[in-house]
């Protein structure tokens, strides 16, 4: 029987806190991904479709607060690459539409979030309150441990706007993070950090740059997963990549950046491209 409680809220988030950074305010921890990205049109009888791969990792800080709470902040960046050489890419040719479309990578600088034993979260207007309970599974010395992510927002890419970019009104994507790591490293009181590899997979709308524009249909992502402890144990690529493109995304946001608003996909893109119209 593991010493952690895993049903109490409070003891569940600073478990996870652990495993996903560092108890540590002053530590940053960077966690590595890479595999694979594949799509398929929904009015079509074709099966789904590998269409690039992928590999990037996130750095983040985590902070307590008052209440139990921690603020975690991360920085995320990702690059698109050739499915069978991994050779990164600045231009793919979209094998569903035969466009030719100037990849993007995902780079958001900012990207943050406050977790409590007890959340609070809008569901469609009714402010609901449940505790922090992501499940855990204990099997023997290891212990895996699940956190999802189900949104369905409107789409900030209005289609009048960005006719090729936008997939449409609203935006409904699924994130599921698996990770395992030894419970004795969850358990010890004397580590602030437990190592972990695992698995990212993510459901969404087609990206702004595959200029599917409102063809229906999804992406998926399947990744691999590792936490890392330093730049110097990351791929000899992508560290070069990242030195050359995105240097500042090798440290993690600071305690006095909380409250930016946060960085995503959708933003990035509109913030640096116009709209296509041919």
């Known amino acids: 029987m593991s010493t952690v409680n895993f049903r109490d809220p409070a003891q569940n988030l ?6 996903l950074g560092d108890l540590n305010p002053e530590k940053e921890v960077l ?20 269409l690039c791969g992928i590999e990037g990792f996130g750095v983040l800080r985590c902070i307590p607060v008052e209440g139990g709470k921690y ?13 069978y050489t991994g050779e990164f890419l600045d231009v793919w040719k979209n094998p569903l539409n035969g466009a030719e479309c100037e990849v993007h990578p995902i780079h958001n600088h900012y990207v943050a979030a406050e977790l409590s034993p007890v959340m609070k979260m809008d569901f469609e207007g009714t402010t609901k309150e449940f505790p922090f309970m992501p499940p855990w599974r204990v099997m023997g010395d290891d212990v895996f441990q699940t ?10 890419m ?6 090729r970019e936008s997939p449409g009104e609203f935006c409904r994507i699924s994130e599921i993070f698996q ?12 580590k602030t950090s437990a190592h972990y590899t695992g698995t990212w997979t993510r459901v969404g709308p087609w990206l702004p740059w595959m200029l599917m524009g409102q063809v229906p249909g999804n992406i998926l992502y399947r990744t691999d997963m590792k936490k890392l402890y330093s730049v110097g144990e990351l791929p000899a690529a992508l560290r070069a990549r990242t030195e050359q493109r995105h240097p500042d995304f090798f440290a993690a946001p600071q305690a006095s950046d909380w409250g930016k ?15 296509k119209t041919t």
């Not at 956190?147 to 900030?156: G, N, Q």
């Not at 990770?179 to 004397?190: F, V």
């Open 261 to 275: 608003p946060n960085d995503s996909t959708w933003g990035t893109y509109m913030a640096e491209c116009k709209p």
């Open 71 to 83: 603020r975690i902040l991360n920085r995320e960046l990702a690059y698109y690459s050739n499915p």
């Open 179 to 190: 990770r395992t790591a030894k419970l004795a490293e969850i358990e010890d009181d004397s």
């Open 31 to 50: 966690s590595w991904f890479g595999g694979h990205v594949f799509g398929y049109v929904a009015d079509t009888a074709k099966a789904p479709q590998m």
């Open 158 to 163: 209005k289609p009048a706007v960005w006719p």
């Open 14 to 19: 600073r478990a996870f806190v652990k495993l």
């Open 147 to 156: 956190f999802e992510v189900h949104t369905s927002y409107p789409s900030p």
